[in-house]
């Protein structure tokens, strides 16, 4: 008798382990989930200035506010292709998928030392020049 107890609370215990084990890995892949949705939906969305034409005096008030976002994206060649890093150059914000055989020879010089932009846009005008 003692022996089928034994079994008993052996089962029971390595049952209620995968049932432990089961739900962790379970909450483990909603975060993930959640967290890679989150990341597309950050990488997706873009943050657009929708601010009206001012004067020349309301323009010159505004450009300290400018200041420190003139070296804001930092375009440089990494692996033959071009990827767009935030103001720390650490973080990636754009994977352009642009090789770098693309452009003339002197801008490919430029691109491997790495060119700052002030805006996204910028970004997009300068790779569509050379790329379309």
């Given amino acids: 008798m003692k022996k089928y107890r034994f079994c008993l609370l052996l089962f029971l215990i390595v049952s209620l382990v995968c049932i432990a084990v089961g739900y962790g890995a379970r909450k483990y892949s909603e975060r993930q989930k959640e967290s890679q949705e989150n990341e597309i939906m950050s990488s997706e ?30 375009l440089v060649c990494e692996d033959n292709f071009l990827l767009v890093f935030c103001k720390d150059k650490s973080t990636v914000c754009l994977y352009t998928h642009v090789p770098i055989t693309d452009f003339p020879e002197d801008e490919q010089a430029r ?16 790779l569509e020049s050379y790329t379309s």
């Fill in 45 to 74: 969305t873009a943050v657009e200035n929708h601010l009206a034409e001012s004067s020349s005096e309301e323009e010159s008030e505004a450009e300290p506010a400018n200041q420190e976002s003139i070296n804001k994206y930092y």
């Fill in 111 to 126: 691109l491997r030392a790495g060119i700052w932009f002030s805006s996204m846009m910028d970004i997009f005008s300068y």
